[in-house]
């Protein structure tokens, strides 16, 4: 049997731009996507912390370097510039995968870059 795990997270994005007539749907610095082991057209779950959508769509790329989180076509209704996004990705592991695996967990600040890269989310204290 399998289980879907995360995989990989860009915590903190912000849309930089929204392109409603843009084909492709969210295009990310390709230098993120390469930190977070996300792969282009790699299915992709955005979770927008400011308005609270959530939407599937899959990652393009974006210039390297350039901090580019664009939402674009049908999901440009769900983002704006300036919105705060958590996108993830996940993969399906087997057993003795799920025993050794650890997520891929990249950290921005407000600008799009990278202020930490870890592995392990802390446990929740009541």
């Known amino acids: 049997m399998l289980t879907t795990l995360l995989k990989a997270k ?3 994005a912000r849309v930089t731009h929204s392109e409603l007539e843009y084909e492709g749907s969210c295009a990310i610095d390709s230098a ?3 930190a977070s082991g996300i ?3 790699e299915q992709i779950q955005i979770y927008n912390v400011t308005n609270g959508e959530r939407f599937t769509t899959y990652a393009i790329q974006a210039e390297a370097g ?3 989180i664009s939402v674009n076509g049908a ?3 769900k983002a ?3 919105d705060k996004l958590i996108i993830c990705a996940y993969a399906a592991l087997d057993e003795a995968e ?6 891929v967990l990249v950290y921005l600040d407000e600008l799009n ?3 930490r890269i870890g592995n392990q989310i802390p446990v929740q204290a009541a």
């Open 10 to 12: 860009l915590h903190g």
């Open 32 to 34: 993120l996507l390469k």
């Open 39 to 41: 792969h282009e057209y």
């Open 66 to 68: 350039s901090g580019i």
């Open 75 to 77: 999901a440009a209704h």
């Open 80 to 82: 704006s510039p300036g």
């Open 98 to 103: 799920m025993k050794v695996y650890k997520p």
């Open 113 to 115: 870059a990278i202020t």
